[in-house]
Every structure is written in C-alpha cells, then in structure tokens.
C-alpha cells in the first residue's frame, strides 16, 4: 500500500528568551491508504504540535515530511 501521510525524523523546538521546550524529538509516523489513526497521549506530549505540522500550520525544526507521495 501506498503512504499518504509519511514523517521521519521531525523535530520541533520552540524557543523564548528564557526557555527552549522541545515538543517533537526524532519523530516518525507512516500512515497508509485505508488506515485510520487516533491521536492520544497526556498533556503536553506534543499531541497539537504534530497535528499542526501534520495540517502544514506550523513548521517544523528538521527531519522528512511526505503527502501523498
């Protein structure tokens, strides 16, 4: 089956004055054709960031991102 959602590798920081907070460190997802996927975990697991870089909202620091191919 085909990839329609692929990310390795994706890293996000963000950066203040005062603080660096990582919220996605080396991570990596294949969604194929046909797959349904939920997006669970505990508070401020980086849930909303990975749906935002999912979604092409929001940037991300480093790795791979491939939709639909």
Same mark, same amino acid.
């Given at each position: =089956?085909?990839? %329609?959602? +692929?990310? #390795?590798?994706?890293?996000?920081?963000?950066?203040? @004055? =005062? /603080?660096?907070?990582? /919220?996605?460190? @080396?991570?990596?997802? &294949?969604? $194929? $054709?046909? $797959?349904?996927?939920?997006?669970? !975990?505990?508070?401020?697991? !980086? +849930? #909303?960031?990975?749906?935002? %870089?999912a979604? =092409? %909202?929001?940037?991300? @620091?480093? !790795?791979?991102?491939?939709? &639909? !191919?």
């Open positions: =089956m085909a990839s %329609i959602l +692929k990310m #390795t590798g994706i890293y996000k920081v963000y950066r203040t @004055d =005062m /603080a660096q907070t990582s /919220a996605l460190r @080396d991570f990596a997802l &294949d969604v $194929e $054709e046909g $797959e349904f996927v939920a997006v669970t !975990g505990p508070l401020a697991s !980086g +849930k #909303t960031t990975f749906l935002n %870089i979604g =092409m %909202i929001e940037a991300f @620091d480093s !790795g791979r991102y491939e939709l &639909d !191919g």
